[in-house]
C-alpha cells in the first residue's frame, strides 16, 4: 500500500489528499536552550522545553490524471486544491496532517504556501511549497481567587482537540427543546445553556421557551 498524505479540515469534515506525493518530507523538531554567562563559570547551558515541530514538503496540483505519478483519480482541479487551503489557512483554525505509515498525525496550522499562480490562472500543473507547524490545543479553566474574584488559568489536563467549526443557526426539528438543542454536542455541549439560546431568539419563539416548532431557524450564541 503506498503513502498517502492527507490535510484535513474541521474535524476530518473537509480532506483532501494530494493528488502527488511529495518527493520527501522534512521534519524540523527544535528543542529550546539557553545559553547564560555566569561569573566564574562562563557560558552555561539550561535546558528548555520541546517545541513545536515544522514540516515542509514540495509537489504539484496536475491538471489531468497521469498513471505515472498521480495517486488516484478523481482530484479536485488545481484551482480548487488552492482555493481550499488558502481558505482553510484564512479561518485561523488548524488543520490536520496525515501522512499514512508513519507517525506523522497531528493537527497543524498553515504557515506558507507558495504556488506559481500564472499557471493556476491558465489550466496547467500547478508546483507549490508547503510549510506547516504542529499546534498544541490548550485549555482554561476558571479559578475563584481568595478576595472572590476570578482568574483563567492553564488546566492540568490536556485539552481535547477538537477543531470543528461550531455552527451558528440551527433548525428546530420533530422533539426538541431548548435544553436538548443546547446540550447537542454539535450545538454547545451543555443544556444548562439554553437559555442563552432562548435570550438570542425571543423574536422567534415568543414569551414561552417551551414552544418552539419545527423548521424555525434559531441563532446560537457564538
Known sequence: MSVQFWLTFNNGAEKLRLPVNPPSISVRSPFGYNDVEVSQLGEITIPGEEQLNEFSFSSFFPEKYHPGYCEYEGFPYPTECIEMI??????????????????????????????????????????????????KFINFRTIETATGGEVRVLSAGTAREDSRVKPQTYTVKQGDTLWKIAANPNVLGDGSRWREIYELNRDVIGKDPNRIFPGQQLRLPT
Open 86 to 135: 488558502e481558505r482553510w489557512r484564512t479561518s485561523r483554525r488548524p488543520a490536520r496532517l496525515i501522512v499514512t505509515g508513519t507517525h506523522i498525525n497531528t493537527p497543524v496550522t498553515i504557515r506558507q504556501f507558495d504556488y506559481d499562480s500564472v499557471a493556476a490562472g491558465h489550466g496547467k500543473d500547478v508546483q507549490y511549497s508547503m510549510t506547516l507547524k504542529q499546534y
